[in-house]
């Protein structure tokens, strides 16, 4: 049995790449959906033309990712496609970030997705994808959302090299830097701090950047990144030392801070 795997898949990147490749995609018997909400993986299931099997579970749970290897044995399926979209994001100065809520994210962005792509190999043979949802923030630190850009540059290192330890047995791994993109993801990320207005004049859908990926895995690229404001800034972020950048967005980021405080005043 072919299966395709998303982690995340109740809301934003991972409900968009089911759908899509729902009705992109042949030869896939079932989707398997993954996200600690089972109400709406089960919305989403009822909604796919495709065979699917919902698992409301937290993906940094051992017993969890235990079972849902046990039902892969059971079910002898093939890994055809792992998209792993379940992540989160904490803006704000690091020693005023809620200690629990930045380890969280470490488990989630990092350990959870090592953990999860090291279970689905065995169930991968020659022409499996992985897609790894990065971000734009991989390419430079960043001050006030300094431990989610080290959790996706982490994601991105991590995933070229996954992708050439695996080139020659035939399976591909595809990294995807976004930059903003219009999910709920900036409702729980700014709770305790906002990020550039800069930044949110780049963003674009979900739907984007999810064709992109798709398009870019098919391809066998190593790194998908979406609109040219976000391609740019990768060259920025290759060409100009990063400690020059830093500064740079330091003093923007004081100057919004001033003009937003002066607004309101007024």
Known sequence: MNVVVITGASSG?????????DR???????FWLIARREEPLNRLSEKLAHDSRVFGMDVTSR?????LE???????????????????GVMGPFSQADRERTLGMIRVNCEALTDLTYRMLPFMKKGSRIIQLASSAA??????FAVYAA??????????????????????????????????FFQTAERDGSTLALKK????????VVEQALRDSRNRRPVSVCSLPIRAFRGLA??????????????LKHLEDAVAANNRKG
């Not at 060409?239 to 950048?245: I, N, Q």
Request: one cysteine or more; charged letters at 25%.
């Open 13 to 21: 990147m991972g409900r968009v790449f089911a759908e899509k490749l």
């Open 24 to 30: 992109a995609f042949l030869g896939i018997d079932q």
């Open 63 to 67: 017993e969890s990712m235990d079972k």
């Open 70 to 88: 046990k039902a892969l044995r059971q079910s002898r399926a093939t890994v055809r496609i792992l998209i792993n979209c379940a992540g989160y």
């Open 139 to 144: 390419f430079l630190p960043q001050p006030d």
């Open 151 to 184: 959790s996706k540059a982490y994601v991105h290192s991590f995933s070229r090299a996954l992708g050439e330890e695996l080139r020659q047995k035939g399976i591909y791994v595809t990294s995807v830097c976004p930059g903003p993109v219009d999910t709920p």
């Open 201 to 208: 004049w780049t963003m674009v859908p979900p739907e984007r």
């Open 238 to 251: 290759k060409a100009v030392p990063h400690s020059l950048l830093l500064r740079g967005t330091t003093v």
